[in-house]
């Protein structure tokens, strides 16, 4: 995983999965990854209806001493009352 700097400019890298893909990388059920962002605890972006999950902070919140994972706290741009 690259930072955003890292990244060339016609890279065809996908900087966000969508919860599905990332229940898959962290070898959850899709049910278990939107009980995690509902409850906050996966870090999720929210553009439109669409749910988001950054790569860089999906590798921080699996490996928080990797030296390419963002500092950044967790975007939780979701409203704990509807999560979906």
Do not use: C, W
Not at 57 to 66: C, R
């Amino acid at each position: 995983m690259k930072t955003l700097k890292q990244l060339p400019a016609e890279s065809n890298e996908r900087l966000v999965v969508t919860v599905p893909e990332a229940a898959g990388l962290l070898g959850i059920s899709r049910a278990f990854a939107y009980e995690l962002v509902a409850r906050e605890e996966l870090p999720v972006v929210r553009l439109g209806r669409r749910l988001l999950a950054p790569k860089a902070q999906l590798l921080a919140l699996v490996d928080p001493a990797s030296t390419e994972a963002i500092s950044d706290p967790p975007l939780h741009l979701v409203s704990s009352d509807n999560p979906f």
